[in-house]
């Protein structure tokens, strides 16, 4: 979440706007699929290469162009780059049972249950849904809804505990073989397109959507610490929106990840260094993705507010 967020909402997870007006008004200006109370400030797609290489991915073209400058990999990133490079070479699987996981992490009971009830209603064996509560019991009186918290455990905004909890989402997800596209949620969240229009849209997409640009100041490079050298380089710190869409090849790589996620877990999070302010869940997979697989994200949240 940007700064501009903090200051207006304090922290996440508060759905401070008057819902009707605000879901009106939103609804009538955005084709997005799905929205999120959420204030983000949006920035132009940038690439740390500059404009010079556009056509090309930046390793490839600074190990052609700069063969000198490029640094030798620790045997953990070798490893890590490997695994990951192998999981990308794995088609996606999609059959007529395919279906989309949607995944709310959320503090206790959804306000917009009976919303997101009528939303899936008839489309039975596409969906599933996959509930992580981090501060109350929930509850839900909806099939739909009922009896699906998983295992959750307490989350701090601005903490690792936010990307764990998503971790936590993603993995009983995976657990069903037929989930292969994968949305993360707040209970602040509406759709805004028909329940076919989004399976198809996400399930037909070849990419996730996860936010990834530059953010030059304080608030987006400037987070960057010194401590997660030579694995991620300055110039490879990213920032996005913290609500996704991924598909399963990447949530199986988010999995696999132990290198640069322990990077965040130990560098990135408030207060951590002085004045810098880390916010683990705007970093870690925009950073990872665009360093590891830059074509196969959008760049852009399918989320908007
Ligand atoms: C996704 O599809 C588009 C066109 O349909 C193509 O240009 C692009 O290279 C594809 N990306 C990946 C990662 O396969
Ligand atoms: C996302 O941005 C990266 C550069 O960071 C670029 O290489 C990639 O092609 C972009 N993805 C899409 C789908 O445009």
Redesign the pocket.
Known sequence: MGEMQKNLQGPRHRTSLKKPLWVVLTVSVTSMLLICAQMFPRHG?S?SCHGLYSNR?CEDALSSWLPVHVRKFTDEEIAARAVVRDILRTPPLLTENSKIAFLFLTPGTLPFEKLWDEFFKGHEGKFSIYIHPSKERPVHISRHFSEREIYSDEVTWGRISMVDAEKRLLVNALEDPDNQHFVLLSESCIPLHTFDYTYRYLLYSN?SFIE?FVDPGPHGTGRHMEHMLPEIARDDFRKGAQWFTMKRQHAIIVMADGLYYSKFREYCGPGIEADKNCIADEHYLPTFF?MID??G???WSVTFV
């Open positions: 797609k690439s991915g990419v990834s665009s830059p074509m994200i959008s760049n």
